[in-house]
């Protein structure tokens, strides 16, 4: 006698399979938002304290001036000018994805006046600005609308 599966049995097997299928593309769907905001908060902890670092080094050196940019010859976040005379010192270990253009998203915008729009990757429209005042690196959180609640849902 020979053994093998039912149709039954194999249409089940193909009815549960589809079910776990239908529940973990989603999930695995968000987990690629979740990373590149994830990244984005990173990004903000890091550049936050090497601002700290730098302003500490300053400090030791006997140099009070303020910490005005994150740019060095256009290339911001990598590298900015830490000494008077323009010797360049490696801020950020690792490269911060700078937008290409309008079609990106999950990346970020120097907006060459002090400010920074990261645009939030599930949605390119949706963006926060952070600003460099006073050698703190911040975002407006007290603001109305999506760009408040993305602002508390990078920093807090």
């Not at 400010?115 to 407006?140: A, E, H, I, Q, W």
């Amino acid at each position: 006698m020979k053994r093998a599966f039912t149709m039954i049995e194999l249409v089940f097997v193909i009815v549960v399979i589809g079910i776990l299928a239908s529940i973990a593309i989603p999930k695995l769907a968000a987990t690629r938002d979740d990373a590149e905001i994830t990244k984005a908060i990173a990004t903000i902890g890091a550049v936050k304290s090497s601002l700290a670092t730098e302003r500490q080094k300053r400090i030791i050196r006997g140099d009070f001036t303020a910490i005005t940019s994150l740019s060095a010859d256009g290339d911001a976040f990598s590298t900015f000018s830490a000494d008077k005379d323009g010797n360049k010192n490696s801020v950020l270990e690792s490269t911060v994805s700078e937008c290409e253009d309008n079609n990106d998203a999950g990346c970020w915008v120097d907006n060459d006046d002090g400010t920074y729009t990261y645009r939030m990757p599930y949605d390119k429209t949706k963006t926060v600005t952070f600003s460099l005042t006073n050698g703190r690196f911040d975002c407006n959180s007290s603001i109305s609308g999506d760009e408040g609640k993305n602002c508390k849902s990078l920093t807090q």
